[in-house]
């Protein structure tokens, strides 16, 4: 995606890995951070694997610091989500909570 001005907002999202954020989303929001300030960004990840609040806690600091790398940008709404390890049998995706999150971020876009 070479312009992303065309559109109304962005949503950015991905994984958190070994306390990073996904190498995608970081390139995305630095290639594109001129663009991305002057709209409303939103901003996801999914990430513990570990259902307690601490892991939660640790998971936001580790987007916080990818984000203070674009400072550029001031997303409307940041959240994480849990994560999923098949190998592991684990899965903390809540996807009641996704969806509405979802639904704010689209009922909070300009224009849509």
Do not use: C, N
């Amino acid at each position: 995606m070479s312009d992303v001005a065309q559109y109304a907002g962005v949503v950015v999202g991905g994984a958190l890995y070994r306390g990073r954020l996904h190498r995608d989303a970081r390139r995305f929001l630095k290639r594109h951070r001129q663009q991305l300030q002057a709209m409303p960004v939103f901003v996801f990840a999914m990430g513990p694997r570990r259902d307690e609040p601490p892991a939660f806690e640790e998971a936001r600091r580790e987007l916080d610091r990818a984000l203070a790398k674009v400072p550029q940008i001031t997303p409307r709404a940041v959240v994480v989500f849990g994560g999923v390890d098949h190998d592991r049998g684990i899965d903390l995706r809540d996807w009641e909570g996704i969806r509405d999150w979802a639904e704010r971020v689209s009922e909070s876009v300009p224009g849509r």
